[in-house]
């Protein structure tokens, strides 16, 4: 059929319409949401990558300075370690250090906070590129009391703390000790057992006094009032009319219970001492020497001495004491004597209920 004088001839390769197409109009296209989420994922990706490869860069031109002679700057490394011979008022403390290569300096510092408040004295640790382990000794430390501590390195790039570290020294056993003060005592004299109860919370604790008279073999009972431990740990017992030698201890009176060793208090006998000059036909000096003795002690031995400063004593003679009542015993003696100056008696016994002991010195004319 001869085309419309208007028609334009189809391409060769043109497809005709089919009905519907060519009653439908063409409309615009639009991505759908997985399309429009795929877009948004790849942006952020290339964010990213864009982001790296800046760092990249910025790492490499370091690097290239570096290279060019720039310092790096390295710390030392430390760490706090551990501690060893810990007692109530020492320890040692330990860590490890490695200096990196730089000439480096440590100490410990320590002290019941992590504030510290001391440390130890500032110790060469060299230059090593290894790690090594330092330690130092710590003493003055108080009892039963919590320490922190820590290692510090300090070298010209600065200074590195270790991390905190802890530990507690151990209480102080309680233990007593007591002397008697005169110890001998002349016999029905006061005197006081002193002492001291050491370690971790004695102050304030309540002690007493036993005591166990010769022969000892009644046993130790509580003698006079207990007493309270003064905050040094320090306490006193007066004593008054003890007879014969004793022995003495201090217990605690609650837990711990703990005992003094046995303290033995002598009783030393009472001696009194005259001289008085005789005649005989006999030439030289005679003096009639005499005295008391208490309690009273039969038996016992008077010897008669010229004191010697600077030497040994002179016996001038003596005599045994044979008379007395069941309180005093008496001793009389006429003695020559060839060096006058200053005397003194000492009598011996050896009943094991007293102590010998001398009498004032008299000075004889």
């Not at 390769?13 to 949401?33: F, I």
């Not at 760092?55 to 310092?71: N, Y």
Request: no cysteine.
């Amino acid at each position: 059929m001869p085309m419309n004088a208007n028609e334009v001839p189809m391409n060769a390769n043109e497809v005709p319409m089919n009905a519907n197409e060519a009653a439908s109009p063409r409309r615009p296209w639009r991505a759908s949401s997985a399309q429009r989420a795929g877009v948004g994922a790849l942006g952020a990706f290339m964010a990213v990558f864009v982001a790296i490869a800046a760092a990249s860069v910025l790492v490499l031109a370091a690097a290239g300075a570096a290279g060019a002679g720039a310092a790096v700057v390295v710390h030392p490394s430390v760490f706090t370690g551990g501690i060893s011979s810990l007692t109530a008022s020492s320890v040692v403390l330990r860590g490890d250090l490695n200096a990196h290569g730089q000439p480096t300096n440590y100490v410990f510092q320590y002290g019941p906070t992590k504030s510290y408040g001391a440390q130890t004295p500032l110790a060469p640790a060299g230059n090593a590129t290894t790690t090594i382990a330092v330690s130092q000794a710590v003493g003055g430390l108080r009892a039963n009391t919590t320490y922190y501590f820590r290692i510090l390195a300090t070298s010209a790039t600065g200074a590195v703390a270790g991390a905190p570290r802890a530990f507690t020294t151990p209480k102080i056993p309680l233990s007593l000790q007591i002397v008697g003060a005169p110890n001998p005592v002349p016999f029905g004299d006061p005197f006081a057992v002193q002492g001291t109860l050491f370690g971790t919370l004695a102050a304030g604790r309540v002690v007493a006094l036993q005591a166990n008279p010769f022969p000892y073999t009644a046993g130790f009972r509580e003698l006079g009032n207990p007493e309270v431990v003064a905050s040094s740990g320090a306490f006193s017992f007066p004593v008054v009319g003890m007879l014969s030698n004793t022995q003495l201890r201090v217990v605690t009176t609650s837990t711990p219970f703990i005992s003094s060793p046995v303290l033995v208090e002598g009783v030393a006998v009472q001696v009194t001492f005259q001289v008085k000059r005789v005649h005989r036909r006999h030439r030289g000096l005679f003096l009639r020497m005499y005295g008391t003795v208490t309690p009273a002690e039969l038996g016992a031995h008077v010897g008669f001495q010229l004191i010697r400063p600077g030497a040994t004593s002179l016996n001038q003679g003596g005599a045994i004491i044979t008379s007395g009542g069941s309180g005093v015993s008496s001793f009389s003696k006429v003695v020559r004597i060839r060096h006058r100056g200053t005397y003194e008696a000492l009598v011996q016994v050896f009943d094991g209920a007293h102590v010998s002991a001398y009498s004032a010195p008299i000075r004889v004319r």
